[in-house]
């Protein structure tokens, strides 16, 4: 007969399993919400959208591997990167950045995360927030002229060692923590028109400035 510890860990492992399934479920719906709106609103082309690109990630000896949802070239420059969770986008922001910062030399300039519900786009050279909601991700024409006013600066050696262990430790805690279900999706955002034919019942906040860490 299983003890009371026994029977208290099956619970917590049920528990954990659901959670992690359920947060992937958002993930995966995010990620068909990102296709759609990148093609049909946003203007790229099937040939300016990579799905599931795994990049090296080399710290010293070590050879470990990170991965983005989208990356978003413009007349063959590698111009944005997206991500899709389920939990708090806030949380993510620091992640996505590294990313973008180490996928490519010099890095992208457009770095977002997103859930099925809202986007935090961000500005790579700075780290900052600079729009949030789907409306705020930038559509083709836009991209091109942010790519012809200059590209990102190269990083150096030591930046790069920094981006990659901030990197591979938001890396190890997605796969340790669940994000969905209960653990909730924190939702902040200015509703667009563009927003409105995507879904319904959203919040709203204003865009607030994160620091970089």
Sequence with gaps: MEDEFGVREKKVLSILERELEDGESLATEARK?????LMEKKGYLPDDIEKKV????????????????FLVSVKGKKAMVIKCVAGSLSSRER?????????????VLVAVVADPMSAAV??????KLAGEGFGAIPIKDQMIRM???GASQLLSPERLEKEKRILLAFDAISCCVPQGANGG???GETITGEEQNLRTNSKSSQISDRQQL
Excluded: C, N
């Design 54 to 69: 795994v990049f090296e990630v080399k710290v010293g000896r070590e050879l470990a591997y990170s991965s983005v949802d």
């Design 185 to 187: 999706v924190d939702i």
């Design 33 to 37: 919400m990102l296709s759609y709106l």
């Design 95 to 107: 992640q996505v950045v590294a990313a973008a910062r180490l996928i490519e030399a010099p890095p």
């Design 147 to 149: 790519l012809s006013e």
């Design 122 to 127: 961000l500005d790579v050279r700075t780290g």
